[in-house]
């Protein structure tokens, strides 16, 4: 089974009363890849990687993990399996960083347990891989924005979910965190772990992914790989400004368009 | 701070407490102030009755209040994801003593009835708080729950102002002003019996689950995407923690800044995870009301309120910790 995960006909609105936010949404992500979901602002994005959670229930449609439908999972194995970089973590205590990140072991833990030695070691590893083990003892609340989204990988990596959800992960980070954050999202989904990452900046999209999703107005408008979804036509439709796609060198480069 | 260092730690702070507990079994003013010689438990009847019938059970209350308020004050700080709110600023303490003078007034004056009316309104004052802070249109979390929870605590003392005018001035009145002031001086081994159950199970719950209390205080969907489930766990941590404080309410009457400034104290010594920080705030409050007890029943002739001497250490503590470290609270959310 290539595809881990999968939405069918998927429809979503916030209640009765209200607009649809998603409507016929049908998806499929490939696993073991970086996934980018791209579009405009407020298009459905974080929606959508609510829904791929869990934390919302879609009115009609179906959302699949692994082939199997999403009720099929209990709390417990959902959080083994999916985790999630929210877009915005507000974090109101002052955590250390290890304290923070040893918190995405709590899927593994009975109600009242309290981690162990294997969890500590798997905690130290995350904050390895994701290049902070420095930043170990520091409070949550006095690190830069760059080093606290790196914080909040560690986390999900701590917890061991063969499927990452990231909701703009690169959003306010200079180019330097960009690139930490997305070649190490990179090396995750070499290493089997399914990215998915929501982004409205497609040069982050193109660096990072093997898949691609164009979002607009709660539709998919494209899905498939670079060549089928980055195209000028696709995005000056939906970013509803001229947009040229430059190809140097092998690289990929989205840029606006100044002459027209 | 790491465990090993953490046990040493709670053992010396277990320590600290039982010196405290025993010495306070001395400390008043019979025969005369400070304190009791112990050779007088053998020789001196009454000594040794005072000792057995009106210090140990008022002792244990305020050691079971300390505790309590604190715990309470560090879930609902964790839970709501604001680092000022305690019992007292959401209305519950107001809510526990308006139950409680409901019940003295027309219920009954049987300790279990008058906890669980001081129960039913304070959870009842929390739901109100609550459900008023989601209704508020400006301001972040922060600011409206602590507008709505000064809101309620109002409309309650404004509700136990009015029991109080109404009541009967010889028989329920002296009663009822008791509430508003709040002390141990008329706590018995009834009472305690009655509201054991209640702390218990408060603190046992808060410290059971106080991994689970570090995942409530994330955003909702990292904490729904780490296997929370959000709904139940905060109604089981407010519920029991909400139950024993009003409980204690119920015999204690108000005693207010203990459940926020001893949960601060807590997180700056020994670091925000609720695992090291519930059950330290439990040791230090429990220690901090028994000697502000202590103090309430030797410093003059007569006795000071309990309510009126921690909240005076409270607030000058906070202002304190605001002025001096810093308490940090951001204003997103």
Do not use: C
């Amino acid at each position: 089974m290539d595809n881990i995960l999968a939405l069918e006909q998927v429809y979503f609105r916030y209640g009765e009363d209200d607009p649809k936010v998603l409507s016929d949404l049908s998806l499929d992500i490939p696993g073991s890849k970086v996934t980018a979901i791209l579009g405009p602002n407020g298009t459905g994005k974080t929606t959508l990687l609510h829904i791929l959670l869990g934390l919302l229930k879609p009115y009609n449609g179906e959302v699949r993990i692994a082939g199997k439908p999403h009720r099929e999972y209990s709390k417990r194995t959902l959080s083994q399996t999916i985790g999630l970089v929210p877009q915005f973590e507000s974090i109101p205590f002052n955590f250390s960083v290890f304290e923070y990140v040893l918190l995405g072991r709590s899927p593994y833990l009975k109600p009242f347990q309290l981690p162990g030695e294997e969890d500590i070691l798997i905690t130290e590893d995350a904050l390895v891989s994701a290049g902070i083990s420095h930043l170990s003892q520091k409070a949550v609340t006095e690190i830069s924005g760059g080093e606290r989204q790196l914080v909040h990988i560690s986390r999900v990596l701590a917890q061991q979910t063969r499927i990452l959800l990231l909701d703009e992960p690169t959003a306010h980070l200079d180019l330097e965190n960009q690139n930490r954050i997305l070649t190490l999202l990179k090396g995750m989904a070499n290493k089997g772990v399914t990215a998915v990452l929501t982004t409205h900046d497609p040069n982050a999209a193109i660096f990072a992914a093997d898949h691609f999703v164009l979002m607009n107005k709660g539709k998919i408008a494209a899905q498939g790989e670079i060549n089928q979804v980055i195209t000028p036509e696709n995005l000056t439709e939906i970013y509803r400004t001229p947009i040229r796609v430059e190809k140097t060198n092998g690289f990929t480069m989205v840029v606006m368009d100044k002459n027209q | 701070m790491n465990r090993a260092t953490f046990t040493r730690t709670s053992i010396f702070l277990i320590s600290g407490l039982l010196i405290v507990f025993l010495a306070s079994i001395f400390i008043g003013r019979y025969p005369a102030p400070p304190w009791l010689p112990p050779r007088l438990l053998v020789e001196d009847q009454l000594a040794r009755q005072l000792v057995l019938n009106l210090r140990l059970p008022r002792l244990i209350t305020a050691l079971l209040l300390g505790m309590t308020l604190s715990a309470s004050g560090s879930v609902l700080q964790m839970v709501f994801r604001n680092p000022l709110v305690e019992p007292g600023f959401l209305g519950v303490s107001q809510g526990a003593a308006f139950g409680a003078a409901v019940s003295i007034l027309w219920l009954n004056r049987h300790p279990l009835v008058i906890e669980l009316s001081a129960t039913f309104f304070g959870l009842l004052a929390l739901a109100l708080s609550y459900f008023l802070s989601n209704r508020i249109r400006y301001g972040g979390w922060v600011l409206r729950l602590i507008l709505s929870g000064v809101a309620v605590s109002a409309l309650f003392s404004a509700g136990v102002g009015i029991l109080k005018y109404i009541a009967d001035p010889l028989t329920e009145l002296p009663e009822l002003t008791f509430w508003l002031l709040g002390g141990l001086y008329s706590v018995t081994w009834r009472d305690l019996v009655f509201v054991l159950p209640f702390a218990l199970a408060g603190l046992f719950t808060a410290y059971l689950m106080r991994w689970r209390v570090n995942l409530l205080s994330l955003n909702d969907d990292t904490a729904f995407s780490l296997g929370a489930s959000l709904t139940r766990e905060r109604i089981i941590l407010l519920t029991v923690t909400i139950s024993a404080t009003a409980a204690l309410t119920a015999i204690s009457g108000v005693i207010g800044w203990v459940g926020l400034i001893i949960p601060h104290i807590s997180r700056r010594l020994f670091g925000a995870s609720a695992e090291k920080s519930i059950p330290a705030a439990m040791l230090l409050g429990g220690g901090f009301t028994i000697i502000a007890d202590d103090l309430a029943r030797t410093m003059l002739a007569g006795e000071i309120p309990l309510g009126i001497l921690t909240s005076a250490i409270g607030a000058g503590l906070f202002i304190y910790l605001m002025i001096s470290i810093g308490i940090k609270v951001r204003r997103d959310g």
